[in-house]
């Protein structure tokens, strides 16, 4: 069964935990995920899935698809799974030496998605819900969610207005990661377009768990004072008095 093709025209970040490289969100599903990470990763701990094609690690007992299944993972309906749950690795080989410690981790953080007594060694531990509507992210660099953060939304602007654009220059993306300090709130169902260029919202909205209030925000912001723009194949932010 393959995606949804439906896009999700709101992103919210929540960095409330920026210091421990935790990110709650709204709007990023996993194949725009793997779409826009830089050096895509192609060995995953599938902790929760129903995945069908999935390979199984006797060592540890875990699920994992490697390169050769990774293309049919992104393309399959994520959203079925209801959660997802997954860690990267480098090799096979990884697989075969954990520990019985960390076994125990990948297990608890696949059961609450959170650490039992540190993050996993790991690029990304990736835990989400209904794919898109809530996502709980733990990452190693936080370049590595700055340029998810950039290459999503410019991936949903060329969808949903079906125009080309570049990509986010890092003075601004650096500017989006940081407002996820303060709940970073991007809603692409009210951009205004031009035959010129187009302008995004954004705000700051605070910091939420439940994403159902986060989606009722674009019914009650009806003010933005922050807008990104896009004209003459050149980005800005742009604050208005």
């Known amino acids: 069964m393959k995606k949804n093709q439906n896009i999700r025209d709101l992103i919210y970040v929540s960095g409330n935990e920026i210091d421990n490289k935790c990110f709650y969100s709204y709007g990023i599903e996993f194949y725009e995920f793997m779409s826009c990470v830089d050096k895509r990763p192609e060995n995953l701990i599938l902790l929760k899935h129903n ?20 293309n049919d993972l ?7 799974y209801g959660d997802f749950c997954w860690v990267d690795f480098n ?9 019985k410690q960390q076994i125990a981790e990948l297990l608890f953080f696949g059961h609450l998605a959170k650490p039992l007594n540190e993050i996993p060694k790991v690029r990304f531990a990736y835990y989400a819900h209904d794919d898109g509507w809530f996502n709980k992210l733990y990452v190693t660099k936080l370049e590595d969610y700055e340029i998810i953060i950039s290459k999503t939304l410019v991936l949903k ?17 650096r500017v989006l990661l940081e407002s996820t300090k303060e709940g970073l709130f991007i809603d692409l169902s009210k951009i205004k ?11 700051v909205v605070g910091h939420f768990r439940d994403m159902d209030k986060v989606y009722d925000l674009k019914e009650e912001i009806i003010d933005y004072k922050t807008w ?3 004209s ?5 932010l742009i604050q208005e008095e």
């Open 228 to 230: 990104l723009v896009y």
């Open 51 to 70: 995945f069908d094609n999935a390979m199984w690690n006797q060592h540890s007992r875990f699920d994992y698809v490697s390169s050769l299944e990774i």
């Open 193 to 203: 377009k031009s035959k010129t260029g187009i302008m995004i919202p954004i705000n």
């Open 232 to 236: 003459k194949k050149s980005w800005k």
């Open 74 to 80: 992104i393309e399959d309906y994520v959203y079925g």
């Open 157 to 173: 602007l060329m969808k949903l207005t079906r125009r080309s654009f570049i990509n986010i220059p890092n003075n601004i993306s």
């Open 91 to 99: 090799t096979k080989e990884d697989l075969d030496q954990l520990s």
